[in-house]
């Protein structure tokens, strides 16, 4: 069972993934249309797709320190927090 920090770790990923699924959306339903064959529009996506993978990164890595989160849980980040449980710092 989750400690309420650990319950607002959870709810503040969760949202954070929200987030960079839509703008991943965005950037797909921006840049499709015009064809990934013009290395601009391809330069563009990809643009767009990292700064979304960032503000995730920094999102969870906010969410974590706030709510004493061990840096354990989030170091290397690569997309994916694998098990269902948080580590809270005592």
């Not at 959306?25 to 960032?54: C, K, R």
């Not at 989030?74 to 098990?83: F, K, P, S, T, W």
């Amino acid at each position: 069972m989750a400690t309420a920090l650990e319950q607002a770790f959870i709810a503040s990923v969760r949202t954070a993934q929200g987030v960079r699924q839509a703008a991943y959306v965005s950037a797909f339903n921006t840049y499709a249309p015009n064809g990934f064959g013009v290395f601009a529009n391809l330069a563009a996506y990809l643009a767009a797709i990292v700064a979304a993978d960032n503000a995730w990164a920094v999102s969870v890595q906010s969410a974590a320190t706030t709510n004493a989160i061990s840096p354990r849980v989030v170091d290397a980040l690569m997309g994916q927090i694998y098990g269902n449980w948080a580590s809270i710092l005592t």
